[in-house]
C-alpha cells in the first residue's frame, strides 16, 4: 500500500473519529494498567463489567493488595483465566509498591517487567495514560492491517514495526485505536461491513464486496 492511500485511511477514520480512546474503563493509570491485563483474551464488555464491581474500593496499588487475590478473583471470575489474571494483577501491585513507590511507572521495560504484563498492555499504559504515540497491536489490529494491507506481517511484532514506520505522524497517537475499532465495529472478522466502511475505496482486501454501497455511478438523477 503506497503512501497516499495510508494517508487517506487514517485521515477518514479521524474524521469519523477526531478522538479515539479505549473502551476500557478506569479512573487513573494503576486502574487502567489493570484494566488491561484483565482483557487478554478477553472483551471490554466483560471487564468493564468486573471492574465496576471492584475499581470503587480500589484505587491505588495498596488498594488492591489489600482485597487480595481470593477476593479480586470472586470480582472478575466472569473474566477468561480469572484466577491467573487475579494472581498476576495483586502480584503486580505489590512490585509497584515495593520498586516504583506505588506509581505506574512511565518507563516500557519497568512496566513489561510486573507479572502479567507484556508489550501489548505496555504500549496500551504508554499510549493511553502517559500520551506516548505507542502502537498496540491486538487481534483486531493484525486483523484490519493484514486485510486491508495497511502493514501486512505474519507476527504481532512484525505488524507494530511497520504499522509504526509507516502511518503518518500526526496519526500516531490514535492509530491503534482507531484500527481496533474499526476491527470490532466494521471490519469484522467473520462478515467485514463494507457496506458501511469509510475507507472502502482505499482498502486492497481482495475479497471486500460493495454490496450494499452506492457508487458514483448510482447516484439520483438531478442530484
Request: aromatic share 6%.
Amino acid at each position: 500500500m503506497n503512501a497516499d492511500k495510508r494517508r487517506r485511511i487514517f485521515a477518514a477514520l479521524a474524521q469519523a473519529n477526531p478522538n479515539p480512546k479505549t473502551e476500557l474503563e478506569f479512573g487513573n493509570a494503576f486502574q487502567l494498567l489493570i484494566a488491561v491485563l484483565l482483557s487478554a483474551q478477553a472483551t471490554d464488555k466483560s471487564v468493564n463489567a468486573a471492574t465496576r464491581k471492584f475499581f470503587p474500593l480500589v484505587q491505588t496499588p495498596a488498594d488492591l493488595v489489600a482485597l487480595g487475590e481470593a477476593a479480586l478473583a470472586e470480582h472478575i471470575q466472569t473474566v477468561g483465566l480469572f484466577r491467573n489474571k487475579a494472581k498476576n494483577a495483586v502480584a503486580a501491585a505489590r512490585q509497584l509498591i515495593e520498586r516504583h513507590g506505588g506509581e505506574v511507572p512511565h518507563d516500557r521495560a519497568a512496566l513489561e517487567a510486573l507479572p502479567g504484563v507484556g508489550r501489548k498492555t505496555a504500549n496500551v499504559v504508554l499510549n493511553e495514560a502517559f500520551g506516548e504515540t505507542t502502537l498496540a497491536v491486538d487481534t483486531h489490529v493484525f486483523r484490519v492491517a493484514n486485510r486491508m494491507k495497511l502493514a501486512p506481517g505474519k507476527t504481532v511484532d512484525e505488524v507494530e514495526r511497520k504499522l509504526m514506520k509507516f502511518t503518518p505522524p500526526e496519526f500516531l497517537r490514535g492509530a491503534h485505536h482507531w484500527l481496533i475499532l474499526h476491527g470490532r465495529y466494521t471490519c469484522t472478522a467473520r462478515s467485514p461491513r463494507c457496506s458501511e466502511c469509510c475507507v472502502f475505496d482505499d482498502c486492497e482486501h481482495a475479497g471486500r464486496t460493495r454490496a450494499g454501497r452506492r457508487t458514483k455511478d448510482d447516484a439520483p438523477v438531478g442530484r
